[in-house]
């Protein structure tokens, strides 16, 4: 096809080039447009896609997932006694993975060699991801972040080859797997406005409970979680909104010593006035940072300049929640030795 800014719109009745005519209208031709430059293709019947596909490129399996050497380590992040507990199980089943199964004999309950899957529930911006890094980084191991959009496939059967493929990389690489978001795919089957075939989530679930390593998933919304996932889940861990005590140690975490702060900042009446995850937290810091430079370089970080930003930043929390985050809850369940 031509380059993609030289897109050229031909009536077919009258031969107008680019133009609105009594058969297209202005707004045909720029909506024209834009779907082909977004990448739109249109094919009369399923012969006829199947027939290009084959002169088609394959998508590049090498954007299927990022590797990142993790950058936290579990010290950096602030926990209730809960989630800590159940991060510990995790770790202990890990390292001792050879003792529970071989010595002790579990690999005949369960019949299978099978790795360790944790699903992480909670708000955005309470620590799952950094909890993910710093749980590779404490197994020395790379994390392997998927990438949804790119294993979704309009081919079919792509999809399942993307799976496999990254299955695969995770075990070459002996990766933690993390699939963050991971309700974007793990829906309820049948739920109609699922973006995931039942078919691939079904291979996904598969992968998942064959997989001899160490997965991680998490998600803000625990509630339209796959029940089929549930049984796959060896130990689910919630986070939650840090109390008034964590939320005193991430500010202390998230402001550093070199930060010129104004003798009247008070993170004692900031962390008691502000519900607010350690996420936004980060923000609000930022936010003050930002607004004390605009004051100019000499000026330091004073107390309202935080307050100020945590007004802010509440704002927009409550925006988001009322938007998509009506209030969520799992059972928190940390079974061990608990598989299907
Ligand atoms: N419990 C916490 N302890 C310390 N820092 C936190 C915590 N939760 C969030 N943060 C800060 O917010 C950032 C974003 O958190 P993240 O792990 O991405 O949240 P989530 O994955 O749950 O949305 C982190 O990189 C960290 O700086
Ligand atoms: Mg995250």
Redesign the pocket.
């Known amino acids: 096809m031509a380059e993609k800014d030289k897109w050229i719109v031909k009536c077919p009745k009258c031969g107008r080039i680019n133009q609105s005519c009594q058969h297209i209208s202005r707004q045909d031709v720029e909506r024209i447009v834009q779907l082909l430059k977004a990448g739109v293709e249109v094919y009369e019947s399923e012969e006829e896609m199947e027939h290009l596909e084959e002169h088609l490129p394959r998508p590049d399996r090498g954007k299927l997932y990022a590797l990142t050497p993790p950058r936290f380590d579990l010290g950096?992040?602030?926990?209730g006694k809960k989630t800590r507990e159940a991060i510990e199980d995790a770790l202990v089943e890990i390292r001792n993975k050879g003792l529970i199964f071989q010595r002790w004999g579990m690999k005949k309950v369960i019949r299978k060699n099978k790795g360790l899957s944790l699903l992480f529930a909670?708000p955005?911006?309470?620590?799952?991801?950094?909890?993910a890094e710093a749980i590779a980084r404490v197994l020395k191991k790379p994390l392997m972040i998927v990438n949804y959009s790119q294993l979704e496939n309009m081919w079919v059967g792509e999809t399942e080859k993307n799976i496999e493929a990254v299955f695969q990389e995770a075990v070459k690489n002996d990766a933690v797997l993390f699939f963050d978001e991971a309700d974007a795919v793990f829906h309820r089957r049948g739920m109609t406005l699922a973006p995931w075939t039942n078919r691939d989530v079904n291979v996904l679930l598969n992968h998942l409970e064959n997989f001899s390593g160490v997965s991680i998933l998490?998600t803000n919304l625990a509630r339209v979680m796959d029940r089929a996932l549930d049984r796959r889940i060896d130990i689910a861990v919630e986070?939650e909104i840090?109390d008034v005590e964590?939320r005193r140690e991430?500010w202390r975490?998230?402001v550093p010593k070199e930060a010129p702060l104004a003798k009247d900042v008070d993170f004692e009446a900031l962390s008691k006035k502000y519900v607010l995850?350690?996420?936004s937290i980060?923000n609000v810091v930022r936010q003050a940072m930002r607004t004390a430079l605009k004051r100019g370089k000499r000026h330091r970080i004073t107390h309202d300049d935080f307050v100020k930003a945590a007004e802010r930043e509440l704002k927009k929390s409550d925006l988001m929640s009322r938007d998509h985050m009506t209030q969520w809850k799992i059972e928190p369940r940390q079974r061990l030795g608990g598989y299907a």
């Open positions: 950096d992040v602030v926990m909670g955005p911006g309470t620590g799952k991801t950094m909890t998490a986070f840090p964590m991430i975490k998230l995850s350690g996420g980060l």
